[in-house]
């Protein structure tokens, strides 16, 4: 795997990775009802895995280019990340607002 490969894949799952431990304080202060901390969290969440589908469009980009990717365990690895931020991520978002709705009542 070429440096500029291995870098995009470390991109992944750094940033996959930081999504979900934004996501998960979102949640943990959500439910200690601090929804203003918790949705800052999201926020800094979605601003994660922005940065990670750029790593990604930019192996993508490469693959389309013609430059092959090599496809390692390293390389699927960075795709489970990334799948598993994106849904975590949208399902605190939909937590906080249950615990936001139920505090309301």
């Given amino acids: 795997m070429d440096e500029k490969t291995l870098q995009a894949v470390m991109g992944l799952i750094m940033y996959g990775g930081d999504a979900k431990s934004c996501a ?30 750029n790593a990604q469009t ?9 430059e092959t990717v090599q496809m390692t365990l390293l390389t ?3 795709q489970d990340h990334l799948m598993t931020g994106i ?3 949208d399902l605190a978002e939909e937590l906080v607002e249950l615990y936001e709705y139920i505090a309301q009542k």
């Fill in 24 to 53: 998960m304080e979102a949640l943990k202060a959500a439910k200690a009802g601090d929804f203003n901390a918790a949705r800052a969290k999201l926020k800094q969440a979605k601003q994660e895995l922005a940065n990670a589908h």
């Fill in 58 to 66: 930019e192996m993508l980009t490469n693959e389309a280019k013609g």
């Fill in 76 to 78: 699927v690895h960075s």
């Fill in 87 to 89: 849904t975590f991520v």
